[in-house]
């Protein structure tokens, strides 16, 4: 069966220091990868996607970078953090076709 | 932009009644899901519509997607303290999803 892993669970960070969040899949190979911010009790805010190795797709321009280096490896960066990147981040991963998908159990963060 | 909105977005009723959340959009979807999402955690996939008035039924709950595939509803019947959680619809399309803007659904005992 397919597990996803995110870590760490809870970070908090001071305002201008990097980010590195990553999230890896077991189970299964080429998977549909997904990056998103949820902000407290409401819908999910796609941040990146990936199809492929390497194949990055950014949906909101803002201060953070995803990148895929394995084909199982999804990782989120920021070089300089802002108050506002505080959020729950979740990351996902689909085997495609009808675009179900199947998430890790997120990362708080919190910009102080 | 694909938007979809999610009504009440608040909802909090008694133990056994029933209640039904809607799912409404002016884009057309590939597909539909719905999830439900626990405090803390991620959300966890409850089902998939892909067909113009294709309706699912998961125990207590029925999914209904619209004629159109613009739009769903989720309905539950005699409703569980179980069932209290955050409910989320995407529709599909491109590769990824679009997510509803979430109904906190609050089940009283």
């Known amino acids: 069966s397919q597990t996803i892993h995110q870590w760490p669970a809870t970070l908090v960070q001071p305002v201008g220091s990097p980010l590195s969040l990553e999230c890896t899949v077991e189970?299964?190979?080429?998977?549909?990868l997904y990056w998103y911010r949820q902000a407290a009790g409401r819908g999910l805010q796609l941040l990146f996607y990936?199809?492929?190795?390497?194949?990055i797709s950014s949906e909101v321009p803002q201060n953070l970078s995803a990148s895929r280096p394995q084909d199982r490896q999804f990782i989120l960066s920021s070089k300089k953090l802002l108050l506002s990147d505080s959020g729950f981040y979740l990351c996902?991963?689909?085997?495609?076709?009808?675009?179900?998908?199947?998430f890790g159990p997120g990362t708080r963060l919190t910009v102080t | 932009t694909q938007l979809l909105e999610q009504s009440p977005q608040f909802l909090s009723i008694q133990e056994g009644e029933n209640l039904t959340v809607y799912c409404n959009s002016s884009?057309?979807?590939?597909?539909l899901q719905w999830y439900r999402q626990e405090p803390g955690e991620g959300p966890v996939l409850l089902v998939t519509v892909v067909t113009g008035g294709e309706v699912k039924k998961l125990k207590r709950l029925t999914f209904q997607f619209g004629d159109a595939r613009k739009d769903s509803s989720l309905h539950i019947t005699a409703a569980q303290p179980g069932d209290t959680g955050l409910y989320l619809c995407?529709?599909?399309?491109?590769?990824?999803?679009?997510f509803g803007t979430g109904t906190r659904l609050t089940i009283i005992p």
């Open positions: 884009s057309v979807f590939s597909s």
């Open positions: 995407a529709g599909g399309g491109n590769e990824k999803l679009t």
């Open positions: 996902a991963w689909s085997p495609g076709g009808l675009y179900e998908q199947y």
């Open positions: 990936s199809v492929g190795i390497g194949q």
């Open positions: 189970g299964t190979s080429n998977p549909n």
